[in-house]
């Protein structure tokens, strides 16, 4: 059966800019900060590196009962029966995953326009990630989306949203009375010098 | 049902490496000079050009009935509905592969070592590729393999091989009487003025 997700607070991994010295201390202490979601991140190793990394990271995230969503890589989720998985506009397309993955695991879609949250929806996704709200490090080539924008796809979709790009303890605040179901962080927990202070403050923010 | 594959000639593509302006051309003509296998290498494009490229591949090979396996992304494999797979020892482990792709999908395992050899059997694989026979410009860091640890290789399991790395017109000789099934080639095609002459003459010398 497909999980019920709480996406208040969808932590982003990045090795490259974690203060921790390894990725499980980092989403643990995140984990224990009280993130709702944990996606894995990898870009730049193979796929059997992604894989082991993948499986420490999942013990973890499952004594939490967290779901984790693995990017981009459709296979390592299934390799691992991660809860979910997540895609952007350059990865598998959405509608080709879903006989792929069954019927319970989480397709996360990210979107920066009305137009391609609605095709997430019909495609079978889950959530939409909607992003970059603002313009990061994190993500230099990422397309901007206006509040109108935001305010249009929530109107056209009925997914659970989450807005990512820019999210810290400045920024969060304004998102809560769009009717988004969360935010999703990258640096803003795992750049922090203490990644479960920063969650947790971000939780509370949040949830205030 | 599983394919039965004539490994004779086991064209892999490098598209930094072709003469062709396009994959497709390249594919095409190799097919036509007889390649029996075709497997797609991508490396450095996004999921969702591999997933393309892939498509138009796969109407080709589908065509001249050879089978069309991907390297490394058992996902791209499984979105394509590819013949099969191919896995080095730093991608997903075989033995995690078999669930994942079903009784019929094909996989085959880079082995250097009569024990990876023995493992990759073990795993479930269909057929090894066996390497570097010699060094080449195409796998720089690849660990070389005696014909000694060939012949030991062959002793120890009954899959199907074809030996790669180096393999070209001068070479491909010397392993016909190895008992391996055939021989894989890069640039011997792919970086050839004319792919078609290149594969047609490889499988001549491989067959006569």
Redesign the interface.
Known sequence: MKPTVDYSLYLCTDRELMTSATIEECVEAALKGGVTVVQLREKSC????F?EIGKRVHQITSAYHVPLIIN?????A??LGAEGVH?G?????CH??RP?VGPDMLIGVSVSTHEEAVQAEKDGADYIGVGAMYATQTKTDAHLVSAKELKLIRQSVSLSIVTIGGMNRQTIAHFKNTGVDGVAVVSAIVAQENPEIAARELLSIWKS
Chains 1, 2 share one sequence.
Do not use: M
């Not at 193979?46 to 590196?49: D, G, P, T």
């Not at 981009?72 to 390592?76: A, L, M």
């Not at 506009?89 to 397309?93: I, R």
């Open positions: 193979s796929s059997q590196e894989y981009d890589r459709v296979d390592i299934l390799a895609v506009q350059q990865d598998l397309p080709i995953l792929l």
